[in-house]
């Protein structure tokens, strides 16, 4: 049994956590961290842990969270979390960090991309890129600066990296990505209102979003070279799920031989044994409905030879494989207990 | 250990079950039935059941499923089992009914509300409602035939027994219900299209619900005497949810004395040790989001002492509390489980 | 041709005030008013408009704008319209008010529900109630002052007035409302977001919500007594739409000799030649899709021979006939246009 | 003023017509047609257009309604339409087809794609394309056989005939298309209803969808060679709007040079005068709510000088401009009449 606090309880990535961590046999969450509730019930503001949970807002720093807890999740906006996290804290307690501070191994790009100032550069090093099927479960095992994928990225990665590892792909990969609402927050925004979002979709953040250079490093480091993306997401009126759409041009040297059962062999090799990796028959493509309040990423293929293109189509909950779940899977990995605990929730549907 | 059939697997109510039994630690599901998908992998039809089941949908008759299964669950349109059942087969197994045909004690009323004939009428009388929050945790105890409550009834019905059994309503009970669609089924018609339902709510089958007879015969036992109620559905443009907003004037002897508190009081009384039955503090009232993919009805209380009205509004998850999950709740009472095994999924929100 | 300027131009029904201007006949709209995008291109704000107006966002007064413009469109938050208007203005310029300001008659009243003290009591005598089907046209032809009744009102008012007229509802008249967000606002807000309305139905400000007394107020003028309602708002998750269902128990002295043809009878006797209200044939009731985007109000009607109950169930587009459209419709009639001039619009299904 | 019928009423495109007819100054609508409602009043079915229409639902064939309608709609599924016209009708009447089987001028490529045979391969040259703004309003002004494109392929062809046109694009195109659920129609099936689209978004038709040769044929008619295009549709839970998000490689000759003005200068003269093509400012890419119940294309270019990607972004109203509204846009052209009349709604917003 060991014990966790959330810092940024009140966001919807904070809220799965809750949800997902009452019900962790090996987990007693002692803290609900929110600045602006502090004192409230939690089950007062988020009525869905209505009977489930006694434990109140409290806004403590991050160094007295981490003081009693033995891993700390950070669900809290960029900048942040870089500010206040130490080597001292750091030997206490396991930082499971949802954010993007730890994510790029280069200050520059960080800075680039973010356009604030990184507030722990020396710590970059240090940490570790929670996406367990491709940094693998060793690599987890005994860190305490965990940097958790952001959602897109997860989909992203996850259903490019056997391309990328094999070098099959010309750049730039076209990542086409479509979320749920909720990928955006919960912070009152007149964008994100109903009104503004329901019947509607569109295009945002062209050829500028910061999920960019995160998925663009990690396929680089698959690879052993560089791997442009452009990424384009959209927002489409529901609640959760990520669906990417993704098209590559084979290389030339492969072009003539691919087949679409090639294909599907090299994600069969590097998904072999990943509980939540799910590859779908020949023909079958994912529906976020499938994987809706689950961690399964469902992935599905298809190289058209008439137009020789690679598509690969992935889905996921941008809360849970995309978040909360996959934050828990890597606490799960770094304390030893089973990777699958606390994660077996079957897709909710409808 | 006990084993389960399921016979109509393939609707959402079945689904949900499936659902929530491949995860009870007391139940082996072994038979998935559908007469259309027999034969075929359920998860290549459900997919987000992939990885979770290796079950096919078979076609086998209630007969050779009740042989083979300690507990039969019946997920079909109404008049079907009633054909169905025989004292034979509820000698070797449980038939846990979802559907409406041994609801109402009355084979009249049935036949009334329902036009077609009753196949089974000799067995209405050793049908339990399924209500344990109602009927008691020991009239489920020994029985082979339960009748689960409808979903609109279920709320309707808990939301409103703390006043019909202390007699302070004047009747009819207004209730006026308002339904996420999955609740009329997943048969294909053009009126449950999504063009059809999105950005629309309408009331239906005014005066007219099959759920009536059903809220007025539980109310009526526990109110010694006839409970009218005017029961309005209404279909929300939203998957999952019901809300029932009920409005009762106190009987007249009641009136001049009744405060908030009083009828708080009843509820009290009447949910106590009631796990799944939340009853909201003082002004507040219950939103569908918090009890979505649970088993919970959320209950709110209101006495307008301008209007000497009497407003109760609740809110379940039609699939579960108001179908799979309550199936389930009392299969774990019937077989001595502890009721809420299987039954611990905290709401999903968003 | 008049001239035409509208205050709050930037939140839904200011919106649809130009959506409706642009295409008017008679009309030319020279000023869409907003503080916070005075400056802004009114279609670089309001994509719909893109190609359709030149006009930009200004930061004029209520005396300047009503200086240059014949009518002035005031969509403003509570409080605000009364602060502003004056006696001066009232010479110069029709004041077609879309909040709630001039709608109550009694001073009393109004800051009792609304919590504020009211700007110019002097002036609610003179304003007129803008929902014509009820007030006549004459009451409209001359005046300065326009109070529209608000969204549930209309569609609670309409719905029930030949009941009220005739006398034979007793009280309270119980109404219980369905709206989409957009009657909310556009100002952001936690509780409108996307991840918190969708998937969702709740009531809310039960017993509290601030259309009661206008509706009390109609119906009581109607039926020369007092007509108290119980009125309890719901939020439904689609963008526009008002349902109302309503439950009155007939007076003891007509109860016997009720039927739903004397009941129809009422309503087709009140508004016969009402071109916007749409009486629905016998067992047919209101669904919002088929007025969305119209200023029609449908209503469907039934009296329950069972329990003694009369159930009105009523329609509109909250944006439409519950604000923009009627305003329209009200300077129509008060500036000798043709009634529906502007207002053509077939619903847009789906 | 001409006589119009539609045959296919009862679709979501045929009671689009209805709406946009019914309001034109200069056309008379004098036959909706259907085989399984005919008989029944449309509007006791439509209820949008309740005391709109007299008219009621019949089931005449196209050789009887040609015989008194000056244009005939058809809005029926493929292979029908070309079992049906003749060279008799066509001397008749104009037949207005939104339907697919005049589209391509190939009838080995229609009969590949569509597996039916072609029931009138000899009138396929005479058809013109119903593409106004790219295949010229001359080419239209004679004609009586008018293919109207489908609704994926006018937003995919509006956006990116500049570029096929300019020759600057490497193939294949890569055009990843959202669309509401609208534009698969309006017949019942399982796939379509609200419980299994509502909060999901898949991939379909992959590599197979049969707007691809359409958009091929057109595409390579303005560049003068074969453009192919890897076409994704996905299914959006929305009831209207389409959006496409393309990207595509400049050629070698064009990549050191292109800038995204030159791109934009390329629109720009392609839609000069083009009243209902919005090219949107730098920076600024098209939403479905912007064009929601309008005639809009609106379209948002941008050029990553990073990756070396063309990004083109359009979205259009599915059942206007992507069927109805673009039929009629047609008509008017065909008989001479201004090209806007009765198209001129401002989307509807929210």
New interface residues.
């Given amino acids: 049994m060991i014990t966790a606090g959330i810092i940024g309880a009140n966001g919807?990535t904070g809220?799965e956590l809750v949800?997902l961590l009452?019900?962790h046999p090996h987990v007693k969450l002692l803290h609900t961290g929110s600045r602006s509730l502090a004192g409230k019930p939690y089950a007062?503001e988020?009525?869905?842990?209505?009977?489930?949970t006694e434990l109140e807002f409290r806004n403590a720093s991050l160094e007295e969270t981490a003081a009693e807890c033995d891993v700390v999740f950070l669900a809290l906006p960029h900048g942040i979390a870089s500010a206040q996290v130490t080597t001292d804290i750091l030997k206490r307690s396991c930082i499971n960090d949802l954010g993007a501070d730890y994510r790029l191994k280069s200050r520059r790009v960080y800075e680039q991309w973010y356009g604030v100032e990184h507030g722990s550069p020396q710590l970059l090093e240090q940490a570790v890129y929670g996406l367990p099927e491709i940094v693998g479960r060793r690599a987890l095992s005994d860190k305490n600066l965990i940097a958790n994928p952001g959602c897109y990225t997860t989909a992203s990665i996850l259903s490019t990296a056997p391309i990328a590892q094999a070098g099959i792909g010309s750049v730039?990969y076209?990542i086409?990505a479509?979320s749920?609402?909720?990928g955006a927050g919960?912070?009152?925004?007149?964008g994100?209102?109903?009104?503004?979002?329901?019947?509607?979709?569109?295009?945002?953040k062209?050829?500028a979003h910061r999920h960019t250079p995160e998925i663009e490093q990690m396929l680089g480091q698959l690879a052993g070279s560089e791997v442009?993306?452009?990424f384009?997401p959209?927002l489409?009126?529901?609640?959760?799920?990520i669906?990417t759409?993704t098209?590559i041009r084979p290389t030339e040297e492969i072009a003539g031989q691919l087949t679409e059962e090639k294909l599907r062999g090299l994600y069969e090799d590097m998904y072999e044994g990943d509980?939540f990796i799910?590859l779908?028959?020949d023909g079958v493509?994912?529906?976020?409905?499938?994987?809706?309040?689950?961690n399964?990423v469902?992935i599905?293929l298809?190289y058209?030879q008439?137009?020789?293109?690679i598509?690969v189509?992935a889905?996921l909950d941008n809360l849970v494989k995309g978040a909360a779940g996959q934050a828990i899977q890597n606490m799960n990995i770094r304390f030893g207990f089973e990777e699958t605990v606390g994660l077996?929730?079957?897709?909710?549907?409808?």
Same sequence: chains 1, 2, 3, 4.
Avoid at 46 to 52: C, E, H, Q
Avoid at 286 to 294: A, D, F, K, N, Y
Avoid at 306 to 309: A, E, Q
């Fill in positions: 919807y809220i949800r009452q019900r007062g988020i009525g869905s842990l209505r009977s489930r730039p076209i086409d479509k749920g609402v909720s919960r912070q009152a925004s007149q994100l209102m109903f009104g503004e979002v329901n019947e509607s979709i569109k295009a945002y062209v050829k442009g993306v452009q384009t959209h489409v009126p529901m609640n959760r799920g669906l759409t098209y509980t799910r779908l028959p493509f994912p529906e976020t409905r499938w994987v809706h309040g689950s399964y469902d599905g298809s058209d008439r137009t020789g293109i598509i189509v889905a077996g929730d079957i897709p909710l549907f409808p």
